[in-house]
């Protein structure tokens, strides 16, 4: 009998306990569910300064890593850069290629731009299925020494004061940290100070702003009071009534050391005795996961950070109906460390003189470690600083808050109590996630509308009866970029209409040729989606503010700038040679007929009926057409093959008879069926011309012809040599206030790269950065300066 009780009891705890973990299952599979089909992306550009004149050139490179543990992501093949306007226009655009996660390349400023502050941004085609609150983005100053005009001051935005009850709740007679932060109307952090009333204007409690605004105090909301707080901004003063609290629901409060985060969940009394769970997750990834009971109107969890990821995880409180009621952000400090040192042979040079740089990469033992980096060396003085943010602060925290970061460094270089205080601020006042709870706990399959570039450009577009305006289901479109290294797609429009190309390596801005595969669906409208983004996120940038103090350094690089233009012209024209895949689309033909090979025929009717004996030529009143030889039965097939000119579909073979034979270089012939896409072909006759452009004379006139930029190619950057007496003492001056610039640098499994180059004929202090990542996601930065003085 003891041992039937003893057994009973047991299956019952078991039971029990089963029970109370089974919604914590529940919600480990929906995330995991809905985390396995939403990868994101994560990119970080390095460029190699930040202030501009219109004419130079900005030089980037781009890191790509997975959003989760920031290891070198290889989804996307082509980046997008832009540079915005205050207005939020686009003012360049480019594509860049990336191999294995990286990708650099160089944008020259228009001489016609504008003087003011500009915003590059980066995504891929895979981001823009997400908010464009994560592309990548930061500020550029860009200086018109040409069209200087009289300063435009900023508007006189008002300041503002923003709260934020931590964990998102205010409760009715539940204490609760009350975060705030103030900021001018360009989203910069304002000190202030002030105090808390109720309607009979009696003090509750007061605060002070600790770091760029924000600041945090204590408040216990009763019923029937309403509160206001009284807040002195600089020169001016508002008065602004805080949120209502709530009748019912849960407070949570965070209270760190450092090695456990302890989480107090006060609640209303409807919900004692009730169970709560806890999910903490660092970047999508679950790393905690508990649950408890309410007893008396609180509970307490317990955190050891040793379970959190390094940088922003989430903490997110759910009911007992598994519905998210509060969340909450902290910041562990990064464990382990991607140590980058730079170390130049002096501290001090002549003008063109060699400097020889050592890099060496270690982690947190002092081990050599392989890196990925990127380096620039320029000049710093008043109108160009050193960066504020760098991988290290983007990755760990710029990218996973919203809004503008003031000073990231600050964060990452002080170490203390009033850091982290002032980090925890920032994190109680500028938190978000990069998913929404609902989209997991109701099981909400993500709809993509971008397909990842993972060969090449994605080209979409959509297929609308004209007459209707309803989309068009399973209509054969086909696509095609002329010339003679063109190229070609086929894609079948799905049931909302939406087709999709692939395309490889295409660097040359061209024409896309749209045209329907059969001459039924002329009826239907084709429309191309811009390939550049339409979303933005929202942002108001400052005006470019210009000293007197400065006037002298900007007449000193204006002058610099117009001498390497006019000198150094050339040498921004050099481009690394990139190799091209020039293959066709259906590799190499089974016959190839180079038409200089045979004596030249005076139609192209002959040609074809002597030399090309795959094709056969038929003639029915005045109109042509062609069979290919099927070489597998040696027989025709009965269907026609697909005929293109210059990568040209062409629909009537009497537009190929009527060609002018001189002009024609060779015809390919696929004599199979060809499968491309979900379309089949009974062969290929492919027809190339010596211009590769008589195609675009052949379009059909139900085409659709849009512009189409092909991948940047790559400008090669322009380091001088005075390793010779002659080079040194050479006349023509050298006015480079950017030095070196390496995209490309690997330190080996011995963790050391050497690299060297020439100062210039500036006089001055120059910064060294160097920047990049290891392939397990550990990102670094290291700066280090130097001085150029006296004459040669």
Same mark, same amino acid.
């Given at each position: 009998m003891k041992r039937c009780v003893g057994l009973f009891i047991f299956l019952l705890l078991g039971s029990l306990i089963h029970a109370q973990n089974q919604p914590l299952d529940n919600l480990q599979q929906q995330f995991n569910n809905y985390q396995s089909g939403t990868l994101q992306e994560k990119l970080y550009v390095h460029t190699d300064k930040t202030f501009y004149l $219109?004419?130079?050139?900005? @030089?980037?490179?781009?890191?790509?890593?997975?959003?989760?543990?920031?290891?070198?992501?290889?989804?996307?093949?082509?980046?997008?850069?832009?540079?915005?306007?205050?207005?939020?226009?686009p003012v360049i655009q480019s594509k860049v290629f990336m191999s294995a996660g990286n990708g650099d390349g160089s944008v020259s400023i228009p001489g016609f731009l504008a003087s003011g502050n500009y915003v590059l941004r980066a995504y891929t085609n895979w981001m823009k299925n997400f908010s464009?609150?994560?592309?990548?983005?930061?500020?550029?100053?860009?200086?018109?020494?040409?069209?200087?005009?009289? $300063?435009?001051?900023?508007?006189?935005?008002?300041?503002?004061?923003?709260?934020?009850?931590?964990?998102?709740?205010?409760?009715? =007679?539940?204490?609760?940290?009350? $975060?705030?932060?103030?900021?001018?109307?360009?989203?910069?952090?304002?000190?202030?100070?002030?105090?808390?009333?109720?309607?009979?204007?009696?003090?509750?409690v007061r605060f002070q702003s600790v770091h760029n605004g924000m600041g945090y105090f204590q408040l216990k909301p009763e019923r029937n009071v309403s509160y206001f707080a009284l807040v002195r901004l600089g020169d001016s003063a508002i008065k602004q009534k805080l949120p209502d609290a709530a009748d019912h629901g849960f407070v949570m409060n965070v209270n760190a050391t450092a090695d456990i985060l302890q989480i107090t969940v006060n609640a209303?009394?409807?919900?004692?005795?009730?169970?709560?769970?806890?999910?903490?997750?660092? *970047?999508?990834?679950?790393?905690?996961?508990?649950?408890?009971?309410?007893?008396?109107?609180?509970?307490?969890?317990?955190?050891?950070?040793?379970?959190?990821?390094?940088?922003?995880?989430?903490?997110?409180?759910?009911n007992p109906s598994r519905q998210p009621v509060g969340e909450r952000l902290v910041f562990k400090r990064p464990a382990e460390s991607f140590t980058i040192l730079a170390k130049t042979d002096q501290s001090v040079y002549n003008t063109r003189k060699p400097i020889r740089v050592d890099v060496t990469t270690s982690n947190s033992y002092n081990q050599p470690l392989t890196?990925?980096?990127? +380096?620039?060396?320029?000049?710093?003085?008043?109108?160009?600083?050193?960066?504020?943010?760098?991988?290290?602060?983007?990755? &760990?925290?710029?990218?996973?808050?919203? =809004?503008?970061?003031?000073?990231?460094? &600050?964060?990452?270089?002080?170490?203390?109590?009033? $850091?982290?205080?002032?980090?925890?601020?920032?994190?109680?006042?500028?938190? @978000? *996630?990069?998913?929404? @709870?609902?989209?997991?706990?109701?099981?909400?399959?993500?709809?993509?509308?971008?397909?990842?570039?993972?060969?090449?450009?994605?080209v979409n577009g959509k297929i609308i009866n004209r007459q209707t305006g309803a989309p068009v289901g399973s209509s054969g479109v086909w696509l095609s970029i002329p010339g003679e290294d063109y190229a070609f797609s086929s894609a079948t429009s799905d049931a909302q209409g939406v087709v999709h190309f692939g395309f490889k390596d295409i660097y040359k801005n061209n024409a896309l040729v749209v045209q329907p595969a059969l001459q039924k669906d002329s009826?239907?409208?084709?429309?191309?989606?811009?390939?550049?983004?339409?979303?933005?996120?929202?942002?108001? +940038?400052?005006?470019?503010?210009?000293?007197?103090?400065?006037?002298? @350094?900007?007449?000193? *690089?204006?002058? =610099?700038?117009?001498?390497?233009?006019?000198?150094?012209?050339?040498?921004?024209?050099? &481009?690394?040679?990139?190799?091209?895949d020039t293959t066709s689309f259906y590799g190499r033909p089974d016959k190839q007929y180079n038409l200089d090979d045979f004596t030249r025929f005076q139609t192209m009717e002959e040609v074809l009926r002597e030399y090309v004996e795959d094709v056969r030529v038929r003639k029915e009143g005045e109109k042509y057409s062609f069979k290919v030889r099927n070489r597998l039965f040696n027989t025709y097939f009965e269907e026609d093959p697909l005929i293109l000119l210059d990568g040209i579909p062409i629909t009537d073979a009497s537009k190929i008879v009527a060609l002018d034979p001189q002009k024609i270089k060779r015809i390919e012939v696929v004599t199979h069926n060809y499968y491309l896409g979900s379309s089949e072909f009974a062969g290929i006759v492919n027809v190339k011309s010596f211009s590769g452009e008589i195609g675009a004379t052949q379009i059909d006139p139900n085409s659709l012809v849009v512009e189409f930029d092909g991948l940047q190619q790559q400008r090669e950057f322009y380091s001088p040599q005075y390793a010779s007496r002659e080079a040194e003492e050479n006349h023509m001056p050298d006015f480079r206030n950017l030095l070196y610039w390496a995209p490309r640098i690997s330190t080996g499994p011995d963790g050391k790269s050497q690299l060297s180059f020439y100062s210039s004929d500036l006089k001055g202090k120059f910064a060294l950065i160097v920047q990049g990542i290891t392939a397990d996601g550990l990102p670094g930065r290291t700066i280090s300066q130097f001085e150029v003085t006296d004459s040669r």
């Open positions: $219109a004419g130079e050139t900005i @030089w980037f490179k781009i890191y790509a890593v997975d959003a989760s543990f920031h290891k070198p992501l290889s989804t996307s093949s082509i980046a997008y850069i832009e540079i915005l306007n205050k207005d939020l226009k464009p609150d994560f592309y990548y983005e930061h500020t550029l100053h860009i200086v018109n020494t040409l069209k200087l005009s009289a $300063a435009i001051p900023d508007i006189k935005l008002p300041s503002v004061i923003q709260f934020f009850p931590e964990g998102g709740n205010e409760v009715f =007679g539940l204490p609760g940290k009350i $975060a705030f932060k103030a900021s001018d109307g360009y989203g910069r952090g304002v000190d202030c100070s002030g105090v808390i009333v109720n309607q009979q204007n009696d003090t509750i209303t009394s409807e919900f004692n005795n009730l169970p709560v769970y806890l999910i903490s997750q660092t *970047r999508q990834v679950i790393r905690n996961i508990q649950s408890s009971v309410i007893k008396e109107g609180v509970t307490v969890f317990t955190i050891n950070k040793k379970d959190l990821g390094d940088g922003i995880s989430s903490l997110t409180l759910f890196g990925n980096l990127s +380096m620039s060396v320029f000049m710093i003085d008043s109108l160009q600083h050193i960066p504020e943010q760098s991988i290290v602060t983007y990755l &760990y925290l710029n990218s996973d808050l919203k =809004g503008r970061i003031e000073s990231p460094e &600050y964060y990452f270089s002080n170490i203390g109590k009033q $850091a982290d205080d002032a980090l925890d601020n920032l994190l109680l006042t500028q938190g @978000w *996630r990069r998913f929404k @709870w609902s989209d997991i706990t109701e099981s909400k399959k993500p709809a993509f509308e971008f397909l990842p570039e993972l060969e090449g450009a994605v009826i239907n409208r084709i429309d191309i989606t811009p390939a550049y983004s339409d979303k933005f996120a929202s942002a108001t +940038m400052r005006t470019l503010d210009l000293s007197k103090n400065q006037e002298s @350094w900007l007449v000193n *690089r204006s002058i =610099g700038n117009q001498v390497e233009n006019t000198y150094g012209i050339e040498r921004k024209r050099r &481009y690394v040679n990139q190799y091209t």
